[in-house]
């Protein structure tokens, strides 16, 4: 079975600070990872996913997670935050041979000017 | 052009009423699935198809049904729709690459249920 914990509903961070979502992970397979951004009233896209190549993992708007297996951890982070990153932020986990993705409780992001 | 597509956006109704939710994908994908999204944003799996096949029915009110008529469809009928019904429920599609787990989900822009 798969679970994830998203540490902090709510974040707040200023603009050109550094962004850090929290997720802790379980799974009873070797784990695939997302985080997706959810602006308001619009679908969940894919910032980026780990499925067991590099650890390190790029994604789209500047944002980057790194899978550590030792701390079941796969946090989210970005050098400098811009005001239009403020957003609900979703980490997901799916296991290898399942088609199931189960989702965090999600992290508010606000960007103060 | 857009990938998935769900239709409608918004949907008000009273108690008691029947409702569908309709969701097409054009990325020729083999997996469809229905997520409920409540107020406080959180996103709970409901159903899943692969090739038109269910192959996830989670703890969902037997009110709640899902049919695929091909795999590029994935339809939601709810029966006697109650106040806790109320919420956004999206449909999304992946492609199972590298293995069944790997693939990244495509969501919808979500179906807004507001029962009164």
């Known amino acids: 079975a798969q679970s994830v914990t998203q540490l902090g509903s709510h974040v707040s961070v200023s603009e050109g600070a550094l962004v850090l979502l929290r997720c802790n992970y379980s799974?009873?397979?070797?784990?695939?990872l997302f985080w997706y951004v959810q602006y308001p009233n619009q679908g969940l896209q894919l910032l980026l996913k780990y499925t067991s190549a590099a650890t390190l993992v790029k994604g789209i708007n500047g944002f980057e997670a790194e899978f550590k297996k030792s701390e079941t951890s796969f946090h989210l982070t970005k050098p400098s935050a811009h005001m239009s990153d403020a957003a609900e932020y979703f980490c997901a986990v799916s296991g290898s041979g399942t088609y199931k993705y189960i989702f965090g409780t999600g992290t508010r992001l606000k960007v103060l000017a | 052009d857009t990938a998935v597509s769900q239709t409608p956006k918004y949907l008000v109704t009273q108690m008691g009423n029947d409702k569908s939710i309709k969701c097409e994908q054009n990325l020729g994908h083999d997996t469809m699935y229905w997520y409920k999204q409540d107020s406080k944003k959180f996103l709970k799996i409901m159903f899943s198809y692969n090739n038109k096949e269910l192959i996830i029915n989670e703890t969902v009110p037997n009110r709640f049904s899902p049919k695929s008529p091909d795999k590029a469809h994935l339809n939601l009928h709810i029966n006697s729709l109650e106040l806790g019904d109320s919420a956004v429920y999206f449909c999304?599609?992946?492609?199972?690459?590298?293995?069944?787990?790997?693939?990244?989900?495509?969501f919808g822009e979500g179906s807004r249920l507001t029962v009164l």
């Open positions: 799974s009873s397979v070797p784990p695939y």
């Open positions: 999304a599609s992946s492609r199972q690459t590298g293995g069944v787990g790997g693939g990244e989900l495509f």
